[in-house]
T-cell receptor, first 110, second 115 residues
Framework: NAGVTQTPKFRILKIGQSMTLQCTQDMNHNYMYWYRQDPGMGLKLIYYSVGAGITDKGEVPNGYNVSRSTTEDFPLRLELAAPSQTSVYFC?????????FGQGTRLTVV | KQEVTQIPAALSVPEGENLVLNCSFTDSAIYNLQWFRQDPGKGLTSLLLIQSSQREQTSGRLNASLDKSSGRSTLYIAASQPGDSATYLCAVRPDRGSTLGRLYFGRGTQLTVWP
């Protein structure tokens, strides 16, 4: 009963480095999302996908990229890490109006 | 743009109390509303989902109500326990718009129940 799985759980990056946050789901959901959560704030949508090969920007996409080559996987790419990208990142999938979240990736950029 | 507000931001109560957490949203054109629980350093766990046509949902000691026309939802926790300590998030899914299925979140209510 894996649901939505994110890796890694924690990561420290130096300014300018790149990394990919992995997200995979085993529920065959077409809709997938990446959110970020800053301390004391609500979750903000970064990117979303309505199916394999289809992605679009959310409200805070700058500095990120995504791809969706399969239904299961929705990786989030940070190309040039900046301190403003220090946050907790959540991947989610949804079906019939209900959302399921991964455990999150805590990223610190120093 | 949809704005979601949760009151109070934090709540500290003794065990056994009945609690009410409030959520308000600015655009009443919603598809559904979800209440989530978030434990420190963990992901979000869905507690209750209320469709726009429903007035309330119940699960165990939790009851959530929805008044779509006035843009409000409440989460009622009966006989609170220390294990209920967590942050509770309210999220609405819009009924229209291009971002299919996305959620708008409040900032959450941080609940502490002490023995």
């Amino acid at each position: 009963n894996a649901g939505v799985t994110q890796t890694p759980k924690f990561r420290i990056l130096k300014i300018g480095q790149s990394m990919t946050l992995q997200c995979t789901q085993d529920m065959n959901h077409n809709y997938m999302y990446w959110y970020r959560q800053d301390p004391g704030m609500g979750l903000k949508l970064i990117y979303y996908s309505v199916g394999a090969g289809i992605t679009d920007k959310g409200e805070v996409p700058n500095g990120y990229n995504v791809s969706r080559s399969t239904t299961e996987d929705f990786p989030l790419r940070l190309e040039l890490a900046a301190p403003s990208q220090t946050s907790v990142y959540f991947c989610a999938s949804s079906t019939q109006g209900r959302a399921f979240f991964g455990q999150g990736t805590r990223l610190t950029v120093v | 743009k949809q704005e979601v507000t949760q009151i109070p931001a934090a709540l500290s109560v003794p065990e056994g109390e009945n609690l009410v957490l409030n959520c308000s949203f600015t655009d009443s054109a919603i598809y559904n509303l979800q209440w989530f629980r978030q434990d420190p350093g963990k992901g979000l766990t869905s507690l209750l989902l209320i469709q726009s046509s429903q007035r309330e949902q119940t699960s165990g000691r939790l009851n959530a109500s929805l008044d779509k026309s006035s843009g409000r939802s409440t989460l009622y926790i009966a006989a609170s326990q220390p294990g209920d300590s967590a942050t509770y998030l309210c999220a609405v899914r819009p009924d229209r718009g291009s971002t299919l299925g996305r959620l708008y979140f409040g900032r959450g209510t941080q609940l502490t129940v002490w023995p």
